[in-house]
């Protein structure tokens, strides 16, 4: 079994910065791809930022140049981060783990999601 378990969020003033953490755990083959989403009150959850196995990575526009996802890979657990920077009111959300993987080399992939952490900038 797979689990993401999200860590990080918390209150945080206007320009200040955050970095949250999603560890990937448990009995799988690959993780092709781990994104962050976000979900703000009254709002659709949106996609802020992915990095794949290669640590390629892509942002939305909303986020571009203010955060940086990254990636660490090790036998049988991977950690993404996601360093915010110069936060604002609208980037306060949950922010939701989310990975592709492989349960072993025969499986397709499969989605997971983590329970979310909250981050909460005042305006």
């Known amino acids: 079994q797979v689990q993401l378990v999200e860590s990080g969020g918390g209150l945080v003033q206007p320009g200040e910065s955050l970095r949250l953490s999603c560890v990937a755990s448990?009995?799988?083959?690959?993780?092709?791809?781990m994104r962050w989403y976000r979900q703000a009150p009254g709002k659709e959850r949106e996609w802020v930022a992915t990095v794949t196995s290669d640590r390629t990575t892509n942002y939305a526009d909303s986020v571009n140049g203010r955060f940086t996802i990254s990636r660490d890979n090790a036998k049988r657990m991977s950690t993404m981060y996601l360093q915010m920077e110069s936060l604002k009111p609208e980037d306060a959300a949950v922010y939701y783990c989310?990975?592709?993987?492989?349960?072993?080399?025969?499986?397709?992939?499969?989605?997971?999601w983590g329970q979310g952490t909250l981050v909460t900038v005042p305006s």
């Open positions: 448990g009995n799988f083959f690959d993780i092709k791809v």
């Open positions: 989310n990975a592709e993987y492989l349960y072993d080399p025969f499986d397709t992939y499969r989605e997971l």
